[in-house]
Structure formats: structure tokens, C-alpha cells
């Protein structure tokens, strides 16, 4: 299992969990908020277009 940690607040927790669901299945990703971020289980870790495709999903750079 991996773990990535991303910078985001709270309220973007549903838009992550959706986004690893499509791409890992239901289930297979584990998201908790702590601390002004989310630290998230994974089975494998994010490619690249992944991690791209996810930052357009969520819109994640008003946080970072």
C-alpha cells in the first residue's frame, strides 16, 4: 500500500474520494482529513496523468 499526502481543505474530501474510486474501484482507497490535508491508502501509487487529471477533477490550485 501507498500513501499520498495532499494539501487541500476539508470540504474537498466527497470530490477526492470519488476521484479514487474511478480509478482504484470502491473501496480500495482509504482518505482521511488531518491537519489541513488528506492522507490517502492506496494500492499502487498515482501515475503522472493521474495526479494531473485528478488536480482538474478536484481543482485543487487555490489550495496549494
Not at 498515482?46 to 488536480?55: G, K, T, V
Amino acid at each position: 500500500m501507498k500513501i499520498a499526502v495532499i494539501k487541500a481543505r476539508y470540504d474537498v474530501q466527497p470530490q477526492v474520494e470519488a476521484y479514487l474510486a474511478s480509478v482504484f474501484g470502491r473501496g480500495n482507497a482509504i482518505v482521511k482529513y488531518t491537519r489541513g490535508h488528506f492522507q490517502c491508502t492506496l494500492p499502487r501509487g498515482l501515475y503522472q496523468a493521474e495526479i494531473d487529471s485528478m488536480r482538474e477533477t478536484v481543482e485543487f490550485s487555490h489550495y496549494e
